[in-house]
């Protein structure tokens, strides 16, 4: 009986004494930050504050960067592709020209060669008259 009041009572001691030591620990807590300290961790939280905005706007720079180069690459692709169909067009229609063209030269000749019999046919033929 003796060896578990003596536990109990080491037990209360042991208990006692981290509840005194937590209590002082929180008693000094509010104490423990001095006004340089405090300073400290403002001047600290705005130096973050100014690198985080830094960051930020560097950031989103970048990113209208990039944006603004897309669109100008994509405008540069439409534009290079609009002047390819707009040269093909140009080739198709400069073809159509010419074959027209070759087509009516082919059809007057043609009308050409068969008028010359008919006139020459006309026209009397004459002869060298000898002396």
Partial sequence: MYKYCA?????????????ATHASLQARRPYGRTPKATKDVQAKS??????MLVFWKKNEKEERDVRKRENKEAADRAKIE????????Q?????????QTELYSHFVGNKLKS????KQSSVPLQTHAVE
């Fill in 7 to 19: 536990m109990g009572y080491q037990q209360r001691q042991v208990q006692s004494k981290r509840v």
């Fill in 46 to 51: 705005k130096r973050l504050m100014r690198e």
């Fill in 82 to 89: 609009e002047e390819k169909r707009e040269a093909a067009r």
């Fill in 91 to 99: 080739a198709r229609k400069l073809e159509f020209l010419i074959s």
């Fill in 115 to 118: 008028e010359q019999p008919i």
